[in-house]
């Protein structure tokens, strides 16, 4: 059986997950939020209270369970979706997401859930590392100003506390780490379609988004 995949890279708060789940939901795929993946590792990291400056305390991966069922991200059999999205996690998970080990294991992980199902998958490195060869891959980026009012409004929703001008300055400290990290860096994928989402809610992203994915699987189930 053939097997399809959408494949939606970009920076923190660029509305991918938003859009990929919505997208997901659409087609009937299964989404895979790899965000959330390297944040409910973070989110472990810092609950063991280990160095997470040292790729070599991440040991632990190799015993953890991280299961998606409904689109809700389980890890060791507890639902994560509200822990991970602490400030607390935000501001590491870039740190802990640099290191080679965390992102081979994890890449493996991702790589084997695509295997048999239709996948819509967003992270930093699907179109380049986890999926290279997706039938159609995205690269989705907005202002640093809306990224950091979008995360701003998604906080204030999960009773976070937040303040807009420090995720000004936590977003471009993130970007910074992500694109400029030496091993599998957030970088925009050759054949990926660039795609602005500064001036559109994510109906319209994702309208624009599932045309292009159904006219490539189109053309492809045609050839």
Do not use: C, W
């Not at 991440?58 to 602490?86: A, P, Q, W």
């Not at 204030?156 to 694109?179: A, H, N």
């Not at 599998?184 to 319209?204: M, R, V, Y």
């Amino acid at each position: 059986m053939r097997y399809y995949a959408l494949a939606i890279d970009g920076p923190a708060g660029a509305g991918k997950s938003s859009v990929a789940k919505m997208l997901a939901a659409k087609l009937k795929y299964t989404y895979i939020d790899t965000g959330a993946m390297y944040r409910a590792i973070t989110y472990k990291a810092l609950e063991l209270k280990i160095d997470i400056s040292n790729p070599n305390e991440f040991d632990f991966i190799d015993k953890t369970i991280m299961e998606f069922k409904n689109d809700i991200l389980y890890l060791d059999g507890e639902d994560v979706t509200f822990k991970i999205r602490s400030n607390d996690v935000s501001n590491n998970v870039s740190v802990v997401a640099s290191h080679i080990p965390v992102r081979n294991k994890l890449v493996f992980l991702q790589q084997k859930i695509a295997l048999d199902r239709n996948v819509v998958m967003d992270g930093r490195d699907i179109g380049t590392v986890v999926l290279p060869n997706a039938d159609l891959k995205i690269y989705m980026s907005a202002s640093v100003e809306e990224r950091a009012r979008r995360r701003f409004e998604e906080n204030v929703s999960l009773g976070i506390d937040t303040d807009y001008q420090k995720l000004i300055i936590e977003i471009k400290r993130r970007d910074k780490i992500d694109s400029s990290r030496s091993y599998n860096p957030l970088k925009q994928a050759n054949d990926a379609i660039f795609l602005d989402t500064s001036h559109l809610d994510i109906h319209e992203v994702a309208n624009k988004i599932y045309e292009m994915f159904l006219n490539e699987i189109h053309t492809k189930r045609s050839d």
